[in-house]
């Protein structure tokens, strides 16, 4: 026996002096009450008669000191905490980690999920540990991360809380000197584990065909128009998969393909029968146990030519790449020039700007001065762009990194966008309203042009001023929308719960689906798609329940001061129901 | 006389006596006054039996009638007629002084209405304080006028000592008494055993009637907790624990010990009668008539 809350000589010390106290307090004798009788022959006679005969009689003074003392031992060594860990385990500490990688909503045999066997395993390590084991409780997506505490039924409802996430897992950070860690998983997504990891495997192979890619893109041989490729793969038994590829104006394409063991099926599909909107692609296999990656979503936009009005002294460059543009319908003319006009849906400004701020968006070159632009507060030599947003739609992939530029404005960027900076000011901003973009320095004075992303970048303007994009691609779990303060909705009308974080939207999207963020006139389309190999490969295990896994299970339940408290009162009671009676004493 | 004695035998006490001796006359109706037969042959008016005459003889009594008949003289025999005497053995030892009230007023009482009783009837009354010996001895009683001297000498009774009632028996028996009606009241705590006390009594061939007194509070003792008991007859004491199966024990063992006197009296056909303190003395008294022995 150990004790938790003292040493054990203090606890020898205490046991000690609590059965001195209650065996001084029954050696001090109780003063009997003194009454006269008429004559004791009677009692005489019942008493010798029971004394001579009872054994009870004789033991009885003992057995009531051996009641009290127990009693008192009860309760005084239960503020110790003691701990017999044949009875109630070791005082440990225990990690639990559960692995809620999207592989683990793989349906098994018995129709129960992976997780749904993992969440059973977990509980019942919780049974396994002692009174005073702690336990804590962790994710691979970094969702759930419980404190230590020997409350089972609080951990247990924490586990019922838990669901397999469609986050990228990774395993926590765990210290394994201090706490036995289990890790509960199939071994399908994270495939490398501390060594100090006892690993539970809930894994069951299982048929699953899914879909592994699944986007929409331009054809390149025809410029307004779009393809949608779909590749799935066949993780389980041979068999035959359905294709269909379902558009909002109820135009579908099916198809069926015979899929041996690891086949991989790619094909595209002309969509210029579609009309816009969100296309749904499914694959439907016979005992497919993971649904997730059964369907995946793309938006399919119309693209239409922007016209747009380059106002320009003369930039070769930038005309020529304009030019180039098959999306654009340009037109050329003079500061000087410069008339507003109904007809253009974007301005391109380079070193001019008017006095007052265009009604459709206008790209910016150089920081030339206008009220409604920001001022310029000196000349930058040099600037290195140090950071960039990736996310921000005028910038994906665009790659700025090694962008040359000999000098640029330094300007306050208050209220603005900044997507691309150095250290001493910013490069490219975005305004939203009025809509506008703004490089603080001019092509003359950059090699930006000549990079490979320069058109790119055009592109990406002219289409965030104007046209519908291709939807972001995003992976379930939480997604995240380079627009801030917009309101996310399902493809069917329905809000979801979002919230702003540094400049973005952020929501939760359990399952593959269309959303769209909206903010005003600006809406960004996000699909969300498990479409992962890694994932849809369920049967890709890379571990079995380690031996050292299993656990001894204990009977108590509870710490054992509780049993000697909950024994002690029992005693008391018969103490107090004998005494009553004058059985004991 | 003392205010207890004032309570103990007040009118009320007085005016149940009278109420008990018209009782008593009622009860044993057709009982010549202080004519109470004895084994003797005398000179009494009750016919009792015949003999020969044998030289000596009283002429008086030769029964002319049967000379004619039979030719024979034949002594016509009458039975003695003599006064009763009652020997009232009042147990004083200091356990009658328990029970509220306590049990030697009780047999005060009850011992006062026998005596009147028996002096009404003309017989001859003699009270015995006793314990560990006769403690007081009162000269023998006759005619109702004579009560009161009875009750002084009731009062004058104190509790005391233990209870040896053979020794004192034993004592009282030796000198040369009348046979007659031993009437012994006591609670019947005797350590050394009642039997062989009242078979001193049986032995000089006295009627004897046993009026066993108790308490409730020695029948039902409504004891609880660690108690000390003392002996109220010698102060030995006695350290216990008072528990319900203790007090059962207890019970049974009061029930044992007057069923064990109730059974000796029984054997021996002595009168036996058994009350508690709270009883009604004339009831007990009545009780006494109806067992017989009083009034033959």
């Given at each position: 026996?150990?004790?938790?809350?003292?040493?054990?000589?203090?606890?020898?010390?205490?046991?000690?002096?609590?059965?001195?106290?209650?065996?001084?307090?029954?050696?001090?004798?109780?003063?009997?009450?003194?009454?006269?009788?008429?004559?004791?022959?009677?009692?005489?006679?019942?008493?010798?008669?029971?004394?001579?005969?009872?054994?009870?009689?004789?033991?009885?003074?003992?057995?009531?000191?051996?009641?009290?003392?127990?009693?008192?031992?009860?309760?005084?060594?239960?503020?110790?905490?003691?701990?017999?860990?044949?009875l109630t385990g070791k005082n440990e500490r225990i990690v639990i980690v559960l692995d809620t990688s999207p592989t683990m909503n793989t349906n098994t045999?018995?129709?129960?999920?992976?997780?749904?066997?993992?969440?059973?395993?977990?509980?019942?390590?919780?049974?396994?540990?002692?009174?005073?084991?702690?336990?804590?409780?962790?994710?691979?997506?970094?969702?759930?991360?419980?404190?230590?505490?020997?409350?089972?039924?609080?951990?247990?409802?924490?586990?019922?809380?838990?669901?397999?996430?469609?986050?990228?897992?990774?395993?926590?950070?765990?210290?394994?000197?201090?706490?036995?860690?289990?890790?509960?998983?199939?071994?399908?997504?994270?495939?490398?584990?501390?060594?100090?990891?006892?690993?539970?495997?809930?894994?069951?192979?299982?048929?699953?065909?899914?879909?592994?890619?699944?986007?929409?893109?331009?054809?390149?041989?025809?410029?307004?128009?779009?393809?949608?490729?779909?590749?799935?793969?066949?993780?389980?038994?041979?068999?035959?998969?359905?294709?269909?590829?379902?558009?909002?104006?109820?135009?579908?394409?099916?198809?069926?393909?015979?899929?041996?063991?690891?086949?991989?099926?790619?094909?595209?599909?002309?969509?210029?029968?579609?009309?816009?909107?969100?296309?749904?692609?499914?694959?439907?296999?016979?005992?497919?146990?993971?649904?997730?990656?059964?369907?995946?979503?793309?938006?399919?936009?119309?693209?239409?030519?922007?016209?747009?009005?380059?106002?320009?002294?003369?930039?070769?460059?930038?005309?020529?790449?304009?030019?180039?543009?098959?999306?654009?319908?340009?037109?050329?003319?003079?500061?000087?020039?410069?008339?507003?006009?109904?007809?253009?849906?974007?301005?391109?400004?380079?070193?001019?700007?008017?006095?007052?701020?265009?009604?459709?968006?206008?790209?910016?070159?150089?920081?030339?001065?206008?009220?409604?632009?920001?001022?310029?507060?000196?000349?930058?030599?040099?600037?290195?762009?140090?950071?960039?947003?990736?996310?921000?739609?005028?910038?994906?992939?665009?790659?700025?990194?090694?962008?040359?530029?000999?000098?640029?404005?330094?300007?306050?960027?208050?209220?603005?966008?900044?997507?691309?900076?150095?250290?001493?000011?910013?490069?490219?901003?975005?305004?939203?309203?009025?809509?506008?973009?703004?490089?603080?320095?001019?092509?003359?004075?950059?090699?930006?042009a000549f990079h490979v992303g320069f058109p790119v970048f055009i592109e990406n303007v002219l289409a965030w001023f104007n046209r519908d994009q291709l939807?972001?691609?995003?992976?379930?779990?939480?997604?995240?929308?380079?627009?801030?303060?917009?309101?996310?909705?399902?493809?069917?009308?329905?809000?979801?719960?979002?919230?702003?974080?540094?400049?973005?939207?952020?929501?939760?999207?359990?399952?593959?689906?269309?959303?769209?963020?909206?903010?005003?006139?600006?809406?960004?389309?996000?699909?969300?798609?498990?479409?992962?190999?890694?994932?849809?490969?369920?049967?890709?295990?890379?571990?079995?329940?380690?031996?050292?896994?299993?656990?001894?299970?204990?009977?108590?339940?509870?710490?054992?001061?509780?049993?000697?408290?909950?024994?002690?009162?029992?005693?008391?009671?018969?103490?107090?129901?004998?005494?009553?009676?004058?059985?004991?004493? | 006389?003392?205010?207890?004695?004032?309570?103990?035998?007040?009118?009320?006490?007085?005016?149940?006596?009278?109420?008990?001796?018209?009782?008593?006359?009622?009860?044993?109706?057709?009982?010549?006054?202080?004519?109470?037969?004895?084994?003797?042959?005398?000179?009494?008016?009750?016919?009792?039996?015949?003999?020969?005459?044998?030289?000596?003889?009283?002429?008086?009594?030769?029964?002319?009638?049967?000379?004619?008949?039979?030719?024979?003289?034949?002594?016509?025999?009458?039975?003695?007629?003599?006064?009763?005497?009652?020997?009232?053995?009042?147990?004083?030892?200091?356990?009658?002084?328990?029970?509220?009230?306590?049990?030697?007023?009780?047999?005060?009482?009850?011992?006062?209405?026998?005596?009147?009783?028996?002096?009404?009837?003309?017989?001859?009354?003699?009270?015995?304080?006793?314990?560990?010996?006769?403690?007081?001895?009162?000269?023998?009683?006759?005619?109702?006028?004579?009560?009161?001297?009875?009750?002084?000498?009731?009062?004058?009774?104190?509790?005391?000592?233990?209870?040896?009632?053979?020794?004192?028996?034993?004592?009282?028996?030796?000198?040369?008494?009348?046979?007659?009606?031993?009437?012994?009241?006591?609670?019947?705590?005797?350590?050394?055993?009642?039997?062989?006390?009242?078979?001193?009594?049986?032995?000089?061939?006295?009627?004897?009637?046993?009026?066993?007194?108790?308490?409730?509070?020695?029948?039902?003792?409504?004891?609880?907790?660690?108690?000390?008991?003392?002996?109220?007859?010698?102060?030995?004491?006695?350290?216990?624990t008072i528990t319900p199966s203790l007090l059962a024990a207890y019970r049974a063992e009061f029930n044992k010990y007057c069923e064990a006197i109730e059974?000796?009296?029984?054997?021996?056909?002595?009168?036996?009668?058994?009350?508690?303190?709270?009883?009604?003395?004339?009831?007990?008294?009545?009780?006494?008539?109806?067992?017989?022995?009083?009034?033959?």
């Amino acid at each position: 026996m150990t004790f938790l809350a003292l040493t054990a000589a203090q606890a020898g010390l205490l046991a000690a002096t609590t059965v001195a106290i209650i065996i001084g307090l029954y050696l001090l004798k109780l003063r009997h009450r003194r009454v006269l009788i008429s004559s004791s022959i009677l009692w005489r006679r019942v008493l010798d008669e029971r004394q001579s005969h009872s054994l009870w009689e004789k033991l009885r003074r003992i057995i009531s000191i051996v009641i009290a003392a127990t009693i008192a031992l009860l309760i005084a060594l239960s503020l110790a905490r003691p701990e017999i860990e044949s009875l109630t385990g070791k005082n440990e500490r225990i990690v639990i980690v559960l692995d809620t990688s999207p592989t683990m909503n793989t349906n098994t045999s018995d129709g129960k999920t992976r997780w749904q066997h993992a969440a059973e395993r977990a509980k019942s390590l919780l049974d396994s540990g002692g009174p005073t084991t702690e336990f804590r409780v962790l994710d691979t997506a970094e969702v759930t991360a419980s404190a230590f505490t020997t409350d089972r039924n609080e951990v247990r409802k924490l586990i019922d809380t838990m669901s397999s996430k469609s986050a990228e897992p990774h395993f926590p950070r765990v210290d394994g000197r201090a706490a036995q860690v289990y890790f509960i998983s199939d071994g399908v997504a994270i495939h490398s584990t501390p060594s100090f990891v006892k690993r539970i495997s809930v894994f069951e192979p299982a048929n699953n065909v899914g879909i592994t890619a699944f986007e929409i893109r331009s054809v390149p041989s025809t410029p307004l128009g779009y393809e949608a490729y779909l590749e799935i793969q066949n993780f389980g038994q041979p068999t035959e998969a359905g294709l269909t590829l379902s558009g909002p104006g109820g135009q579908r394409i099916i198809k069926t393909v015979r899929l041996e063991t690891e086949q991989t099926y790619k094909d595209v599909f002309d969509l210029s029968q579609f009309a816009e909107g969100g296309i749904r692609a499914t694959v439907q296999a016979k005992d497919d146990a993971f649904p997730m990656d059964d369907v995946a979503f793309a938006y399919l936009p119309i693209k239409r030519k922007t016209r747009t009005l380059l106002v320009t002294k003369g930039n070769r460059y930038l005309e020529t790449a304009l030019k180039l543009d098959n999306y654009v319908e340009l037109s050329v003319t003079e500061p000087a020039s410069y008339r507003e006009s109904p007809n253009i849906d974007t301005y391109i400004f380079d070193k001019f700007a008017p006095n007052a701020p265009p009604a459709r968006p206008a790209l910016i070159f150089g920081t030339p001065s206008a009220p409604w632009l920001k001022p310029v507060a000196g000349e930058i030599q040099k600037p290195e762009i140090t950071t960039w947003s990736e996310d921000h739609p005028i910038m994906q992939y665009v790659s700025v990194h090694d962008v040359a530029i000999e000098r640029a404005a330094r300007i306050d960027a208050d209220n603005l966008t900044v997507v691309a900076a150095s250290k001493q000011t910013p490069l490219i901003v975005v305004s939203e309203k009025p809509k506008w973009v703004m490089l603080t320095f001019s092509l003359e004075a950059s090699d930006f042009a000549f990079h490979v992303g320069f058109p790119v970048f055009i592109e990406n303007v002219l289409a965030w001023f104007n046209r519908d994009q291709l939807a972001l691609k995003r992976s379930p779990g939480i997604v995240d929308v380079p627009l801030a303060n917009a309101q996310v909705q399902t493809i069917d009308g329905k809000t979801v719960p979002s919230e702003q974080q540094l400049g973005k939207t952020i929501f939760l999207a359990n399952e593959p689906g269309l959303f769209a963020a909206l903010r005003g006139d600006t809406r960004v389309h996000v699909a969300v798609n498990l479409a992962n190999p890694t994932f849809s490969d369920v049967n890709r295990s890379i571990f079995k329940t380690d031996r050292t896994a299993a656990r001894q299970q204990f009977w108590l339940r509870r710490e054992l001061w509780f049993y000697m408290l909950l024994a002690a009162v029992v005693l008391i009671s018969i103490e107090w129901f004998t005494y009553h009676r004058r059985i004991t004493l | 006389m003392s205010t207890a004695n004032v309570t103990l035998f007040d009118d009320e006490f007085l005016k149940k006596l009278e109420y008990l001796n018209i009782i008593s006359k009622r009860l044993f109706a057709g009982q010549l006054r202080a004519e109470r037969r004895t084994r003797k042959r005398g000179t009494g008016l009750e016919f009792a039996d015949y003999r020969a005459y044998v030289a000596g003889d009283d002429f008086r009594h030769l029964d002319w009638k049967a000379y004619l008949r039979l030719n024979r003289l034949i002594l016509k025999l009458f039975e003695e007629e003599e006064d009763l005497p009652i020997y009232f053995f009042v147990d004083s030892s200091q356990s009658m002084s328990y029970g509220n009230p306590s049990k030697l007023d009780y047999a005060r009482r009850v011992c006062a209405a026998l005596c009147y009783i028996g002096l009404a009837n003309l017989d001859r009354v003699n009270v015995i304080s006793f314990a560990n010996g006769i403690k007081s001895e009162m000269p023998p009683q006759r005619g109702k006028g004579r009560i009161f001297k009875i009750f002084r000498f009731l009062m004058e009774i104190t509790p005391g000592g233990e209870t040896h009632a053979r020794a004192s028996f034993k004592t009282y028996c030796t000198e040369t008494r009348r046979r007659g009606l031993a009437v012994v009241i006591s609670d019947m705590f005797d350590g050394n055993g009642f039997e062989s006390a009242l078979d001193i009594l049986r032995h000089v061939r006295h009627d004897i009637f046993v009026i066993h007194i108790a308490s409730h509070e020695e029948i039902d003792p409504m004891l609880r907790g660690e108690l000390q008991l003392v002996d109220s007859e010698n102060n030995v004491s006695r350290e216990i624990t008072i528990t319900p199966s203790l007090l059962a024990a207890y019970r049974a063992e009061f029930n044992k010990y007057c069923e064990a006197i109730e059974s000796y009296c029984g054997k021996y056909q002595l009168g036996y009668a058994r009350t508690v303190t709270d009883f009604p003395f004339e009831e007990l008294v009545l009780k006494v008539f109806r067992q017989g022995r009083f009034l033959k």
